[in-house]
């Protein structure tokens, strides 16, 4: 297993490099620069100053070396947009973001295999048909309209929750659950759906399995037989999928941090593209990045964790 | 509730297309006035809203707390909020405005004292003895001196402000100040009054705290204090008891910016946003089919925020417009007037034919501009040898309003053989555009009037500025530079103003040098019971708060 992880961890290091290289690169030849988006009202003279000052004015391949030299040494520059260490700008932002999507995560994880256990144990009853349509629904809907309608629901015509705006956990953690919760479902939705979805194909297939019925036989208690021998063995696909959603939950954060008004790290991110903070951009892609090589690391070791035959062969 | 409902559906739906990159229309309105005392003089109006779908009865609503939250549906674009006066644009100014103070407040045309309480300028127009108000201090309890103010003049200078020339500074005493100014500026004062170069901030944090520090920690001297700075969403302002002037009535201050349109919407609607700055013809639409007219009052500028214009590339040998009689049949091709009535439906926007608006110093009555003839444009065409038409390329930003008026633009020329194609382009890459060059296309933008419109043309399209920007590419003759010249050079406004018109009468009927779109005013909704926030008095959307209040 060791030797496997160390392969994953070099192949990670490539990939981060590719991930940063292109990025820069496109950000650099987009048209304009940080200096123009910053420029306003700014005379082509204080343009070329600003250009000079953040060094836009030097070859890109000098850009990008100098900023690779230094960002593997854990220094990820400045952010003339934000006027400050990108290391000291995005930390908030981060921690706000892997809060939401965390929290997210683990509402779909465990949401998503109830609901998807339940449709695939009752197949074809009125549950089967309701969770299926509901999970259908979730997929489909956009998330920037199930925040809308969420808001409208939730805030407007009850006022349960906050319309917008976020508050820290540690500064008070009641208030942060209230303000949580409209964001939390609004990206937890469209993961419970697809886990459902995958949860019940899963619980089908594995449902009909000769070990299934011989434990049925054995006069197994139906909850043991869904823990034990369903659950377990349905769980490799599902694992797949939450590797995936993890993608999708800090992809979707950009949206949902744009309609609760939460500075989150989707919003930074958005924010540098489009004034051209590149060194704001490379941090938070590359983070982007690392989080989702991890997670697919920790879904092959799961499987291993799930499916001795998967940590044999890996470990010969 | 329903149209609550059907609002946010709306909202949704706007945001659907923002996050597609193009915008919503919209259904209009109708205006009555209700002038307050400050409204007449400043050059606002204040109407309460006449909802021509259906006027809402209902609750006139009541302040949440006693903490007023101001917001815009607009991202943030502020990268600091202290030491703002080098910093290109002024989007922060709203948001700082509770707490840093200008020099001079700026009302519909005149130039009031603040900071500043009273000041007198030598006959040549050169010197400006100024006399700081004595009782003021900053939140940090340092106090409001004339070093600390030539202090930050010095720090805009020396962080390439240039907008102010000024050759040098003395301090007579604690309280008296000489400027002296590099050359004539008869907009000196409105410059300061309306830009951010005009704000002061502590000296003493400066030297106590550092650059940076200042930058995410603004102490000013206004009626509020600064709290907390959560960077693209809030700030918040809390009162400040030791204020030196009338006020802060209320608790606090805490101003949003919203990158979601439909999420303002709502926060208006449900009373957690009580004054939402720049609404546009989307906003006023939503809020006003579910809210009580009471509830949603809009101040409405008189003095426009923006000209729309289209600029043309005369000085290209090569171009079309080269040409003076391409240039007028372009003009003549569009009609504006069914583009601000019935595209715009007449919301927050006015035909104009010249960089100014009716009522106006600077507006020349004897400019007769282009009404719409698509017949002489065709003559006008055939007469230049383009009576076959031509195809031309436009260049424009994303978003609205460019998605809505450009293909109107389109049509109109279409009638007449121009056919005209539409690069649409980021706000980066289009600002590169105009930073260069546009030679071999037109460019459609507005200029703001930042202090007035005479103050914006001056930056840019007189004799020394306009070559370093893609403005070269415009033809505007000799006549024009001179007559611009005089104005720079005149010892009075009025003056200014005199030669002022005279330059566009032969920017606009002589040469068509540009093509005037329409005037964009800017709107601000609110809650009738905050009163006294200063955006009567307040140009270009801004507003003094200090003495902000809910008043039952």
Known sequence: MAKYITSKVIQAVVVLFIISFATFMLLSYMPGDMAVAMAGDATPAQVAAMRAEMGLDRPVSVQFVDWLSKAVRGDFGYSYYYNDEVSHVILKPLERTMILGVVSLAISFFVGIFLGVIAGMYRGTWMDDLISVIANMGIAAPQFWIGIILIYLLSMQNGYFPIEGYVDPYRDFGEFVRYSVLPVITLSIPSVAAITRQARSAVLETIGQDYVRTARAKGLKKSIIIIKHVLKNAMMPVITLLGLRVRLVFGGSVIVEQIFNINGMGRVMSKAINMQDTNMAQCCVLIIGIVVIISTLMVDILYGVLDPRIRDKKGE | MRKK?????????????????????????????????????????????????????????????????????????????????????????????????????????????????????????????????????????????????????????????????????????????????????????????????????????????????CYKNPIGTGAYQFDSWDHGTQVVWVANEDYWGDGPYLDGITYKWFESKATAIASYINGDVQVLFNTDLDIHKEVCSSLDPRNAEQVISKAPNNIFYIWMDGNDPGSPFHDVRVRKAFCYAIDTDAIVNDLFEGFRRATTNQPSYAGSQYFNEDIVGYDYDPEKAKELLQEAGYGNGFTYTIQCRTGTPYDMYVPAIQAYLANVGINLEVNYLEGTAFNAVMYESFAGTIFTNPASFAPNEFGRMRERFSRGNIESFGYKDIYFSDAYFDYFDQAKAADSTAEAADYYKKAMKEAIDTDCSIMVLYADHSCTMKYSFVTDTGLEAAPNNQWFPSAAKFTE
């Open chain 2, 5 to 213: 409902m059907l609002a946010l559906v709306m909202a949704a739906a706007m945001a659907a297309g923002s996050l597609a990159g193009c915008g919503g229309t919209s259904s209009g309105t109708g205006t009555g006035t209700a002038p307050s005392d400050r409204t007449a003089a400043a050059g606002t109006e204040v109407s309460k809203q006449e909802n021509s779908q259906e006027t809402l009865a209902g609750e006139l609503a009541k302040p949440k707390s006693n903490v007023l939250v101001a917001g815009i549906a607009e991202p943030e674009h502020e990268d600091r909020l202290g030491l703002v006066q080098p910093i290109a644009n002024n989007d922060a100014m709203r948001g700082i405005m509770p707490g840093i103070e200008n020099l001079f407040h700026y009302n519909s045309g005149t130039v009031e004292g603040w900071l500043i309480d009273e000041w007198t300028v030598s006959d040549d127009g050169m010197i400006y003895d100024w006399h700081i108000r004595e009782d003021v201090k900053f939140h940090d309890g340092s106090q409001l001196t004339a070093e600390v103010v030539k202090w930050n003049l010095q720090y805009a200078l020396d962080n390439g402000v240039t907008a102010i020339s000024i050759k040098e500074m003395e301090v007579i005493d604690d309280n008296n100040l000489r400027v002296t100014l590099d050359e004539k500026n008869p907009l000196f004062l409105d410059t300061l009054a309306t830009g951010l170069f005009g704000f002061v901030f502590s000296k003493e944090a400066y030297d106590k705290n550092g650059e940076e520090w």
